[in-house]
């Protein structure tokens, strides 16, 4: 699943591959991904040049002139900028073709992304309306955190993993930060203290730019259209032992989410 990283990734080649281009027309083959495929697209973006590609959690906002274009790419969405397109195949639902004979195209095998059209402010959309801070601005720090889960027993895994608390820190990141953090993920999140509340975010925001700078946590392959996840320390390695203290690490489930951590190392 491309988690915040990939997205960030996504986000800067389109920016550069797309930014001033203008679209000739739109191809829609799908009424329905997560959500209606908007039927005015076409009508909409026709004739409109693409000013500029932001992000939003893992949100991404295409200015077109008259509205943006908001696309998730959920459990396996796949924007690729095609300069020598073959023709469209099974998963291939949405192609925006651009004046200069290039196409933008969405493929999602599993249909659980999300395209979506608005004239207004994009960030106050329903679908990004209630997302929390952004985790690598400044909004997100230790305060925050330790003002946010005063009131919360949940576990603090599942605090972080709240794209109500905190914009797009998904399941790998989650296991990864809290085991940098040595802080168990099963921990009421009330718990914590201020210090564990700064280590957190900390460590949030290292893997986060970690991955963003090595090019993200998968390997995305444009032939096969994949993302292939990379090794990490916990995640993935419930069987394994872990790379401190050597000790077995401990594999549970919070919230129907794999979660791995070092029993010995985590408190
Ligand atoms: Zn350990």
Redesign the pocket.
């Known amino acids: 699943m491309p988690e915040l990283p990939e997205v960030e990734l996504t986000r800067r080649r389109l920016e550069r591959e797309l930014a001033g281009k203008e679209i000739e027309r739109v191809e829609s083959r799908a009424a329905k991904l997560r959500l209606p495929i908007p039927v005015e697209l076409a009508t909409v973006l026709t004739g409109r040049t693409i000013r500029s590609v932001g992000r939003r959690g893992k949100y991404l906002l295409f200015d077109c002139e008259a509205g943006w274009l908001v696309v998730h790419l959920g459990m396996t969405g796949f924007l690729r900028h095609l300069h020598d397109p073959s023709p469209p195949g099974k998963h291939d639902h949405l192609d925006i073709w651009l004046t200069d004979g290039s196409v933008l195209r969405f493929h999602d095998p599993r249909k659980f992304g999300t395209v979506a059209w608005t004239q207004g402010d994009p960030l106050a959309h329903p679908l990004l309306a209630g997302i929390g801070p952004e985790p690598l601005t400044p909004a997100f720090d230790g305060a925050y955190l330790f003002r946010v889960s005063r009131s919360r027993t949940v576990a603090v895994k599942l605090l972080i993993m709240n794209a109500a608390m905190v914009a797009g820190v998904g399941n790998i990141y989650a296991n990864e930060a809290l085991f940098r953090a040595a802080i168990r993920p099963d921990r009421p999140a009330c718990s914590l203290t201020q210090e564990e509340c700064d280590r957190v975010v900390h460590f949030i925001r290292e893997v986060l730019s970690e991955s963003i700078e090595q090019g993200s946590t998968y390997r995305v392959a444009e032939a096969t259209v994949a993302y292939h996840p990379l090794e990490f320390a916990v995640y993935g390695r419930g069987k394994g032992n872990?790379t401190?203290?050597n000790?077995p690490l401990e594999e549970t489930r919070l919230g129907g989410r794999s979660t791995v951590f070092?029993p010995?190392?985590q408190r």
Do not use: L, T
Request: charged share 30%; proline share 0%.
């Open positions: 872990c401190r203290c000790g070092c010995r190392c």
